[in-house]
Nanobody, 125 residues
Framework: QVQLVESGGGLVQAGGSLRLSCAAS????????LGWFRQAPGKEREFVAA????????WYADSVKGRFTISRDNPKNTVYLQMNSLKPEDTAVYFC??????????????????WGQGTQVTVSS
C-alpha cells in the first residue's frame, strides 16, 4: 500500500506560478515512476509530466513543455511540479500517481496503481 498526498494548488492569475507537491508514504515501490495528470470538467484525464525515480528521467506533455518542471526530493519521497507561465487552459484538478517502471507506458494513466486525492489549480484570465 502506498499513499500519495498532493498539495499546493490554488487560484492564480494568468502568467503566474504554482508549485505542487506530492508526498509518498507507506510501502513505497523501489522501481517506480511518478506522474502528474490533470482533469478539467467535462474532459478526459490527460498526462502532464512524469519522472522515473531511479535515474531521474523526465517526460512532459507538449502542452506544458518549457513551462512546467517535474522534480524530486529523494530523502523526502516527494515529487514536485513547478508550473510557470500558467494559462487559463491549465485549470484542472491535478493528480499525482505512481506506477511500477515495468508496468506500461509513463503517459497512460491506466498503468498507474496509486493516485492522490487531487488538488485544484485555477488560472484566471
Amino acid at each position: 500500500q502506498v499513499q500519495l498526498v498532493e498539495s499546493g494548488g490554488g487560484l492564480v492569475q494568468a502568467g503566474g506560478s504554482l508549485r505542487l507537491s506530492c508526498a509518498a508514504s507507506g510501502r513505497t515501490i523501489s522501481s517506480r515512476t511518478l506522474g502528474w495528470f490533470r482533469q478539467a470538467p467535462g474532459k478526459e484525464r490527460e498526462f502532464v509530466a512524469a519522472l522515473k525515480w531511479n535515474g531521474g528521467t523526465t517526460w512532459y506533455a507538449d502542452s506544458v513543455k518549457g513551462r512546467f518542471t517535474i522534480s524530486r526530493d529523494n530523502p523526502k519521497n516527494t515529487v514536485y511540479l513547478q508550473m510557470n507561465s500558467l494559462k487559463p487552459e491549465d485549470t484542472a484538478v491535478y493528480f499525482c500517481a505512481a506506477k511500477r517502471d515495468s508496468n506500461g507506458a509513463y503517459y497512460s494513466g491506466i498503468f498507474y496503481d496509486y493516485w492522490g486525492q487531487g488538488t485544484q489549480v485555477t488560472v484566471s484570465s
